[in-house]
């Protein structure tokens, strides 16, 4: 057995055995599934996002509910798990990822609950070993036919990879758990449609060991981030309207200072304005324009600001083809002691196609460019941008409604100022997914 200058508990085995029961017992003792909360997935973490007609599971009705369970069982093999420059470690992880949806059926209002966990336990070196839970609550009360309230409640415990150069990194996976919820209001004037969202989470995040057995104090990442988003959409064209919003955001620390000696408590906001549209059941979706600002409490810290391009769209070329494209951006927090935060904007594109009726060929890829905001503190080479690129092609085999067989192969390519500190990671996926 391999190490990280950690010593293994109990075998892999008998961890991997153990909790895969209580997932089962779990999830399907009370009937419900989490959503799929990765911020980016690849090809390995999603590989399908819709089923060819003829291959949609049926679900189990139950009462009022259609129940949608399911799990998948995948093996990665990972070229660099620790994402370094120089020496490279490679494993293969295996993973049980099981999950259950349980959505309403009602001819007014609507509910839906999510359960779903991603069990990972690494074959040689199992201080990455992690378990990510989530669960979701979301909903819809209809008012009158032009208006509504939405909820929501989550709760997640999620993990960092060493991928992450926000924050400093451990021999063990980070852990947090995100707790959150938010309620909004919706109401149509005729052609004029106004929106209010408000919505407050909470991150807790775990220690960790580094490297030469020190701990990383990570209770100054510790926060509650809340925000009020109001927006506006005006129908100038059946399936087309112009939109602006803008969302005010608070972040609040649970320690006045961090491991710096830096207060990141900040305040800012949003503008957004674009157009949202569907043409003919082909093109729909949402292009728009966003400037974002970001001000700190600390003097030490500067403003982040900063304009970004937005969209997301799906694009049906062929009834066998879908394309989806989105650009996503917003001011993202660190622990860096030479950079107040920064503006991240991802780039992704996925096309599906259909070669035969139950045979599905996949590619994408996506391109992530942080951009931090400096300090006056910083020197040449402190952290200013990091540029993450990844592509990916598989291929989804569907026997029926209920079983399918998934590979593909996942390239990074990760870019930095900071010497020594690129990385190129390499992962080949094989997922096979049982559901209802």
Known sequence: MKSINLDMEWSKFGRLVKTAICIFLFCFSNSLWAQDAYDNPGLGE???????????????????????????????FHDNILYTDSFELSDTIFHIRPYVTAQSTWSRHSLTVRLAADVARYNDYGERDYEDYFAQLSGMVDVTSRSNFNYGLDYLQLHEE????????????????????????????????????ASLRQLDFDNVRKLDGGIIDNQDRDRDE?????????????GKQAFVSVVFNNVDYDQEFDRSGL????????????????ISGVLSGDVFVSYHE???????????SGWAGGMGLTWLPTTLTTVNASITSGVEQTTIATSSGYLRT?????VDHELLRNLQLIGMVSYTDNDYQQNDNATEFSRSYDKYWSAAIGATYFFNRSVYLSASYDYNDFSTNVLNDDFTANRFWLVLGLER
């Not at 809340?226 to 059946?238: G, H, V």
């Not at 207060?263 to 569907?278: A, K, T």
């Open 162 to 197: 060493r991928n992450n150069r926000s924050a400093e990194q451990g021999v063990t996976p980070t852990v947090f758990t995100l707790t959150g919820g938010s309620l909004g209001y919706n109401h149509t004037f005729n052609r004029l449609s106004l929106g209010i969202l």
């Open 46 to 76: 999603q590989p399908v996002t819709s089923h060819p007609p003829d291959y949609k599971p049926l679900g189990v009705r139950a009462g009022s509910f259609m129940l949608h369970p399911g799990v998948e069982l995948a093996t990665e």
């Open 346 to 350: 991802l780039y992704s594109l996925r």
């Open 263 to 278: 207060n990141r408590n900040s305040d800012g906001y949003s503008l957004n304005g674009g157009v949202d549209f569907s």
């Open 294 to 304: 970001q001000s700190y409490d600390d003097p030490q810290l500067n403003n982040v």
């Open 226 to 238: 809340s925000s009020l988003q109001l927006r506006a959409a005006y129908q100038f064209q059946p």
